[in-house]
């Protein structure tokens, strides 16, 4: 059983900054791939960036050059840095592990860009 719990989101200016964290228990965190999601009411979950086990990474066209996911494999724990927030960006912010055919989700944890 794996359980992911994110944290650092709040409201932040346009143009400012935000890191989060998604903390994960169980053993297989090392091991996987770590993706960021985030999803804002009436739409579908929007995949954010990938990390795998081995630090490459990979974004979606639309925050390349502003974010950057990291991982402490020590502390079981995957970052997102974003920079240069836009309002259109507020949304609850999701991590992600799939493992043996399993998908795991944390709650979520929630950034509000202001204009």
């Known amino acids: 059983q794996v359980q992911l719990v994110e944290s650092g989101g709040g409201l932040v200016q346009a143009g400012g900054s935000l890191t989060l964290s998604c903390a994960a228990s169980?053993?297989?965190?090392?091991?996987?791939?770590v993706r960021w999601y985030r999803q804002t009411p009436g739409k579908e979950r929007e995949w954010v960036a990938l990390i795998t086990s081995g630090g490459t990474t990979n974004y979606a066209d639309s925050v390349k050059g502003r974010f950057a996911i990291s991982r402490d494999n020590a502390k079981n724990t995957a970052y997102l840095q974003m920079n240069s927030l836009k309002p259109e960006e507020t949304a609850v912010y999701y991590c992600?592990?799939?493992?043996?055919?399993?998908?795991?989700w944390g709650q979520g944890t929630r950034v509000t860009v202001s204009s």
């Open positions: 992600n592990i799939i493992c043996a055919g399993r998908t795991y």
């Open positions: 169980g053993r297989i965190f090392s091991i996987n791939p």
